[in-house]
């Protein structure tokens, strides 16, 4: 009895302040419904997972971790009318290690209809000149392909300047060399942290696995996008990263040679 009469007062004096905060939240609800919505996931069964229909280039990322690759099979797969169209395969780590797969992914990768990138695995306690000229001696691009990719997901413990100073070193090396801006791959924690506010001029491919935050990223630097690790593709063993282009089509140009 009391529990209603403290509601009935609580209404009578605050039920137009209650009444508009709860339009409030409805509108915020829709919109994040309306935002997901329009992202058109579906699940498709040949490749595992849901994918974001509201884009139209998918691709993958490989390493050494899927071992030896078919490649005529994965540039042949198509499913739920989602043809895969890129590919970015791991070049290097630190400044001496070479993937194993590397020479041969990259070289039948060339052969299929898969647009390629080749990306190098950045540790912040390593030189990092010379872990540009480890990528830049194992990897050779051709017209079309795409920039080199800076895959930075490790900190290694070392201090917010020596990353900073140590990631800069490493693009301005390679954009020297190969004379295009390089692309920085990383998660949404490292992002923020580091990578905001210091790298903008760069482009961003981001991984992140939940559908309500990749609004939250800057439209003018995200290009792609890894939404998933859990993936299949025919003529690949295990799971495989799978991502999506989210400029505009004709923006592709801009991160390629």
């Not at 829709?30 to 992202?39: E, F, P």
């Not at 690759?69 to 001496?96: C, N, P, S, Y």
């Not at 991984?207 to 939404?227: C, E, F, G, M, V």
Request: with cysteine; net charge positive; aromatic share 14%.
């Amino acid at each position: 009895m009391k529990v209603r009469v403290l509601v009935t007062f609580l209404l009578k004096r605050y039920g137009l302040w209650i009444l508009s905060l709860g339009v409030v939240i409805g509108f915020i609800l829709l919109a994040r419904s309306s935002r997901k919505d329009n992202m058109d996931w579906r699940f498709v069964q040949a490749f595992g997972i849901r994918l974001p229909m509201h884009y139209a280039i998918h691709g993958i990322d490989v390493s050494r971790h899927n071992d030896r690759i078919d490649w005529k099979r994965v540039g042949h797969m198509e499913a739920g009318g989602v043809r895969l169209q890129f590919v970015f395969v791991k070049a290097t780590e630190g400044a001496t290690l070479a993937d194993k797969n590397f020479v041969e992914n990259w070289r039948e990768a060339k052969k299929t209809a898969l647009r390629r990138g080749a990306y190098h695995f950045y540790h912040p306690t390593r030189d990092p000149v010379k872990q540009a000229n480890n990528f830049i001696r194992t990897v050779e691009l051709s017209e079309g392909d795409f920039a080199p990719v800076v895959d930075f997901e490790v900190t290694n413990g070392q201090s917010s300047k020596t990353i900073i100073n140590g990631l800069r070193l490493w693009l301005e090396t390679i954009e020297e060399h190969y004379h295009v801006r390089p692309i920085i791959y990383t998660n949404g924690n490292l992002y923020l942290r580091y990578i905001d506010g210091n790298f903008d001029q760069y482009p961003l491919w981001i991984a992140d696995y939940s559908t309500k935050n990749i609004r939250d990223y800057d439209p003018d630097k995200l290009y792609l996008w890894q939404h998933s690790q859990t993936g299949w593709v025919q003529g690949i063993r295990g799971r495989v990263d799978f991502n999506v282009f989210v400029m505009d089509e004709n923006k592709l140009k801009d991160i390629c040679l």
